[in-house]
C-alpha cells in the first residue's frame, strides 16, 4: 500500500495562492493515479482534481478549471496542486488520495480512491 501525507495548507485572503504538496511513501508512486479532494463542513468529499499514473491526463472539477493546477513529480513521490485565485468557497480541507486500480488515466469517483492523507486546511478569507 502507499502511505500519503498533505501539506502546505493554510490561511490567505481572496485573490491568493497556495501550493499544496502530498508526499508518498511506501510502494512505488507511479504505480498510482492520484487525485485531489476536499471537505467542506457539514459537506461531502468532492472531487477537485486528478491525474493519471505518469501525468499524461488531468481532469479538473468545473469550480476549480483554470485556477488549479495539477501535477506530480514521481522522481520525488510527490503530488501538487497549485491553486490561484483563491476564493472563499474554496475553503475545506483538502486530501491527496491514491487509485490502486491499473488504470490509463485518473476517477473522479471519490468511491475508487482506496489510500487517502490526513488532510490540510485551507481557509480563504473574503
Known amino acids: 500500500q502507499v502511505q500519503l501525507v498533505e501539506s502546505g495548507g493554510g490561511l490567505v485572503q481572496a485573490g491568493g495562492s497556495l501550493r499544496l504538496s502530498c508526499a508518498a511513501s511506501g510502494r512505488t508512486f507511479s504505480n498510482y493515479p492520484v487525485g485531489w479532494f476536499r471537505q467542506a463542513p457539514g459537506k461531502e468529499r468532492e472531487f477537485v482534481s486528478a491525474?493519471?499514473?505518469?501525468?499524461?491526463?488531468?481532469y479538473y472539477a468545473d469550480s476549480v478549471k483554470g485556477r488549479f493546477t495539477i501535477s506530480r513529480d514521481n522522481a520525488k513521490n510527490t503530488l501538487y496542486l497549485q491553486m490561484n485565485s483563491l476564493k472563499p468557497e474554496d475553503t475545506a480541507v483538502y486530501y491527496c488520495a491514491a487509485d490502486r486500480r491499473t488504470i490509463s488515466g485518473a476517477s473522479a469517483n471519490v468511491r475508487e480512491y482506496e489510500y487517502w492523507g490526513q488532510g490540510t486546511q485551507v481557509t480563504v478569507s473574503s
Open positions: 491525474i493519471s499514473r505518469y501525468g499524461a491526463r488531468t
